[in-house]
């Protein structure tokens, strides 16, 4: 089963489905944060368009 997350409009955190490694890169290509787990912190990303490798797939999120 693909892992989700939630919520695409992030406010200061993502949660996984299910723990897993993952990345989270920036519209430029920069990796801003890398690990693994169920929660990722993103209270420090300013406002803007970002990405979250997981799962061998990438998905498209916001940050408010």
């Not at 997350?5 to 897993?20: E, G, H, N, Q, Y």
């Not at 519209?27 to 209270?43: A, H, P, Q, R, T």
């Amino acid at each position: 089963e693909p892992i989700s997350f939630f919520p695409a409009l992030v406010i200061d955190r993502i949660t996984l489905s299910r723990a897993s490694d993952y990345a989270v890169v920036d519209s430029y290509g920069n990796e801003i944060v890398k690990g693994s787990g169920i929660e990722i912190e993103l209270e420090q990303l300013k406002a803007g368009l970002y990405f979250l490798y997981v799962d061998k797939r990438e998905e498209k999120f916001v940050k408010k």
